[in-house]
DNA sequence: TAGATTGTTAATCGATTAACAATC
DNA sequence: TAGATTGTTAATCGATTAACAATC
């Protein structure tokens, strides 16, 4: 917190950067877990499979944070990171669509682990409605306007089936949520909010790729 | 010059490219559900937000598919994409974990709208075990060597819990499989098999990271 | 043909790597 | 201190954009 805009200089950093944080994070929250006081960025660039070079360009341009002859110390540059990125800002989030896929994130560690705050699951279905599911009661999507008015939640999980995933999309851009994390296959642009489109099926034809080029190359 | 451009495979395609094809996939799809024949790069760049001048570079990484004066015809393009990302090379694939996240992947359309064929679901659970979910017999991992061994899938997906994926992905890459979609959060790198890491995770930290700095710039 | 649009080369921009002086 | 390792500048590499000649 006190050191927030510590760097009076407009540095931009570029999203190639942005892009690798999440990665540095998670190598570091496993060195911290493991007890792992310092590192070098030497050894930080094996385990990651790149170059020193590359890891003290990046961590130099949110301020030098390492220390000559020493390294970097592993919980300071872990919560340094983590600040950057808003890990831990306390975001609170709802999923909207209580399918199998809903229920996974529902069920899963990932929000709790990067500090934002489940707080509602939504659906329409009759038969899933008013049951509870994890600790949260499934609340009906002809709540979601008012339920949001009240808590302003800033993240929704998009998780609703194809057909109707635009129409849930205006909804949740039109009552305020501002950030929306799309599980479904449509790629949305909003008005307001921001959104991260997943497409999990891009990265399954990146994997058939690597299979053809493989097989192509070993002669089969 | 004709003489340089006898085989298109020659050229090395970058991971650049490579990692734009999906989207490109994705939007082509569109066009040729809506039954659009041609398109020009400007037109498509508008669609995509890049510039023309990439779309004409990316394609001719893989020879010439356009016509000048033209533009693209859209079926051609898109079975052009899609050979190039081993897409409907009859790829088969198992799921192994059935809790949430692994049924979820089952009953999506993901799969069949890569060409890739799933064929069996495994799971320990006694409780899950001989049940059947989206018309497969859920398996026991008691029978997953021999399973491999007979069928031999090309890709494993994994959703199984944190403690036993270290163990499980051993057990798949020993048995031959050689793509593994990696839903864990934890980053594998296997001896033999392709490993698609996805790390859900980063993308909600991604997603927090917008937001605090769209926020911070609102002035809220 | 004439207009349109690609294929391709050249120019620009940005990102990665290398090198080393600063300094803990 | 002396050794180690960062911070930072300079060199290299690769990717994107611009421009235009080729050509449908």
Known sequence: MEKENKDPREKTISTAVINRLPRYYRYLAD???????????????EMLGITASQIRQD?????????????????????????ILGVNEGYRAVIVGTGNLGRALASSPV????GVTLEALFDVSPSLVGQTFCGFSILGMEEFE??????????AVLTVPRAVTREVAERIDRAGIRGVW?????????A?????????????????????EKSGRAGE
């Open 31 to 45: 060195l911290k877990d493991a007890g792992v006081e310092r590192i070098s960025s030497s050894e930080l660039a």
């Open 59 to 83: 961590f130099n341009c949110f301020g030098g944070f390492g220390q000559q002859g020493y390294g970097y110390s592993v919980p300071r540059l872990y919560e340094h990171i983590a600040s």
């Open 111 to 114: 929000f709790r682990k990067r």
């Open 146 to 155: 008012d339920y949001v008015a009240e808590h302003r939640p800033d993240i």
């Open 182 to 190: 799309n599980f479904t296959n449509i790629e949305l642009h909003l």
């Open 192 to 212: 307001h909010a921001t959104v991260q489109n997943i497409h999990l099926g891009d990265t399954l034809m990146t994997l058939c790729y690597d299979l053809r």
